[in-house]
């Protein structure tokens, strides 16, 4: 069974940063497509940025607006967020994704997710 497991969330003032990891097990991720994705309350869940296997990535600019960095690492099966000059309007609960395809952008070609990390960012 795949398993996706996020950590690295926490409350950070405006301006701080964090970085999110995931650890995926049950399965190899080095062929598939991963992504980070967010959801506010009374949001829906929303692309923050997704990487290919073939490493490339995709930003939903308008959440990362050039300061978050997705970055994977398959031999440990890890994919991580680099989230920088973090602004209020940061704060929600980021998924961790996989999916089977080795190309995917959209929150439904992804077929895994972990339960999720909480960011909170004060003003």
């Known amino acids: 069974q795949v398993q996706l497991v996020e950590s690295g969330g926490g409350l950070v003032q405006a301006g701080g940063s964090l970085r999110l990891s995931c650890v995926g097990s049950?399965?190899?991720?080095?062929?598939?497509?991963m992504g980070w994705f967010r959801q506010a309350p009374g949001s829906e869940r929303d692309v923050v940025a997704t990487?290919?296997?073939?490493?490339?990535?995709?930003y939903n600019t308008d959440s990362a607006k050039g300061r978050f960095t997705i970055s994977r690492d398959d031999v440990k099966s890890t994919l991580y967020l680099q989230m920088n000059n973090l602004e209020p309007e940061d704060t929600a609960l980021y998924y961790c994704?996989?999916?089977?395809?080795?190309?995917?952008?959209?929150?439904?070609?992804?077929?895994?997710w972990g339960q999720g990390t909480q960011v909170t960012v004060s003003s």
């Open positions: 994704a996989a999916s089977i395809r080795g190309i995917a952008t959209r929150a439904y070609e992804f077929d895994y």
């Open positions: 049950g399965r190899t991720f080095g062929g598939n497509a």
């Open positions: 990487i290919t296997r073939y490493g490339a990535i995709f």
